[in-house]
């Protein structure tokens, strides 16, 4: 059983940046695959962005490719979403998830994911 803690959201004007963090309950955190998804209003929930277990590979949605940077620190059970140049359209509910895999492998669909932060609130004013 793993829980996930988001922080870091907020309120930020379009250009500015916000870095979320997901923190994990128990010893494993480095035998899980992470995501970041959102979820807009009147919207399905997407993937943003997802790494594997060492951090050494990564994948990120079109519309954050550049602006964004998923890392994790394994030693702290944390994984992070610097997010940069943030837009109107990034306004959502960012959430965390986090699903067993194997070393290389990275996990990108929501269907993937087991474990589920309770979501933290990015909202970005123009």
């Known amino acids: 059983q793993v829980q996930l803690v988001e922080s870091g959201g907020g309120l930020v004007q379009a250009g500015g940046s916000l870095r979320l963090s997901c923190t994990a309950s128990g010893r494993t955190f480095s035998s899980y695959a992470m995501g970041w998804f959102r979820q807009a209003p009147g919207k399905d929930r997407d993937i943003v962005a997802c790494?594997?277990?060492?951090?050494?590979?990564?994948y990120y949605t079109d519309s954050v490719q550049g602006r964004f940077t998923i890392s994790r620190d394994n030693a702290v059970n944390t994984v992070y979403l610097q997010m940069n140049s943030l837009k109107p359209e990034d306004t959502a509910v960012y959430y965390c998830?986090?699903?067993?895999?194997?070393?290389?492998?990275?996990?990108?669909?929501?269907?993937?994911?087991?474990?589920w932060g309770q979501g933290t609130q990015v909202t970005v004013s123009s």
């Open positions: 790494i594997s277990r060492s951090g050494g590979s990564t």
């Open positions: 998830a986090a699903d067993w895999a194997p070393l290389a492998t990275i996990r990108c669909s929501q269907y993937q994911y087991d474990y």
